[in-house]
């Protein structure tokens, strides 16, 4: 098992040293077309198409969470609808952070694509 670890770390090496000397050489992409004027009506549509769906998911998970505490304080001292409700609350936590997080990775990659941020 040592074996296949230290394997493995020499060809991730390998492979991560290649890239950043190739990388090197890589022309950047000509994004002039996307930073246009003629752009801007898609731009808009993104942006509202991204606020809808962002508040939808939040409104969800506020609802959820307000239906799945509900239930959890009706569970009384019966243990399978308690459990029910903890899973359900457990579930929408964790897809508010999925949510989140993938709202923050877009944002982190048209950042560093230079489709977003703060313009000099």
Not at 101 to 118: H, N
């Amino acid at each position: 098992m040592h074996t296949f670890t230290k394997a493995l770390g020499t060809i991730t090496a390998f492979f991560f040293s290649a890239s950043i000397a190739f990388a090197q050489d890589v022309p950047k992409a000509d994004l002039s077309v996307w930073n246009s004027t003629q752009m801007q009506p898609v731009h808009q549509f993104a942006n509202i198409a991204i606020g809808i769906v962002f508040g939808i998911a939040v409104l969800y998970a506020v609802i959820m969470i307000a239906y799945y505490g509900i239930k959890l304080q009706g569970s009384g001292s019966d243990l399978i609808k308690s459990q029910e409700a903890k899973a359900g609350l457990k579930s929408t936590v964790v897809g508010i952070i999925i949510t989140f997080s993938a709202i923050f990775v877009i944002g982190i990659i048209l950042y560093v694509l230079g489709l977003i941020g703060i313009k000099q």
